[in-house]
């Protein structure tokens, strides 16, 4: 039996490939590890049956036989250490391969997601022009730090990893507001995870969950 992932059944982000079974899709397109996926409405995913899974109630989780695992990026490490093809083999840069993982999730996707919030829910808030600049300035300070590192490189460590996976995942959700643009090399990063097969099956994917739930 495939593993089976959850998604939503309408996405909020309109099927743009946003949410968060994105990266576990895609990391599942990049192994070719066939998946099944079981749609879940708002209502659903703060049901018990699904708490069981994930305890906060969001998606995706990950099933497969006895191993049940919530949280985009712990799936997407199990992926990676299962099937060949998104760690290197040489144990010094799988390590490596994996702190970016943690990089992406840790260190630059905070101030995106803070960003996001500021943007959907703080605009009507007196202090949200005052707030704002700082925000998108601790972007610009990661977002700086991350494109000296990356120089003229395709990736991050030589081939592309789950650590390129993951940090891609994170900056298409800046790909909107602009400031990808002010560092010409990460809009070029980005340009090329996309292009690349595994992930175009695995954003086609989700958008046709979109397509489907819009003609409902």
Same mark, same amino acid.
């Given at each position: ?45 703060? =049901? ?9 109630? =969001? ?70 022009? =005052? ?13 700086? !730090? ?10 991050? !460590? ?5 650590? !390129? ?52």
């Amino acid at each position: 039996m495939p593993p089976t992932i959850t998604a939503f059944a309408n996405a909020p982000d309109r099927g743009r490939g946003l949410a968060r079974d994105m990266g576990v899709r895609w990391a599942l397109e990049e192994v070719g590890q066939p998946y099944d996926v079981r749609l879940l409405s708002f209502s659903e995913m703060k =049901q018990a049956s699904h708490r069981a899974l994930h305890p906060f109630g =969001q998606i995706p989780t990950y099933e497969d036989g006895g191993v049940v695992l919530f949280e985009s990026g712990a799936i997407v490490l199990h992926i990676a250490e299962r099937h060949a093809g998104l760690l290197p083999d040489e144990p010094e840069g799988r390590a490596r391969a994996i702190a970016w993982m943690f990089a992406a999730l840790s260190s630059l996707e905070p101030p995106v997601l803070d960003l996001t919030i500021a943007v959907i829910v703080e605009r009507n808030e007196a202090w949200y022009e =005052q707030r704002l600049p700082r925000v998108k300035d601790r972007i610009r300070e990661r977002l700086r !730090d991350l494109s000296v590192r990356l120089g003229n490189a395709d990736w991050l !460590d030589g081939a592309f990893s789950a650590g !390129d996976l993951m940090m891609i995942t994170v900056l298409r959700r800046l790909k909107a507001s602009g400031l990808l643009d002010e560092y010409p090399n990460l809009p070029a990063y980005v340009a090329r995870g996309e292009a690349r097969p595994a992930f175009r099956r695995a954003f086609d994917a989700q958008l046709a969950v979109f397509a489907a739930a819009s003609r409902n």
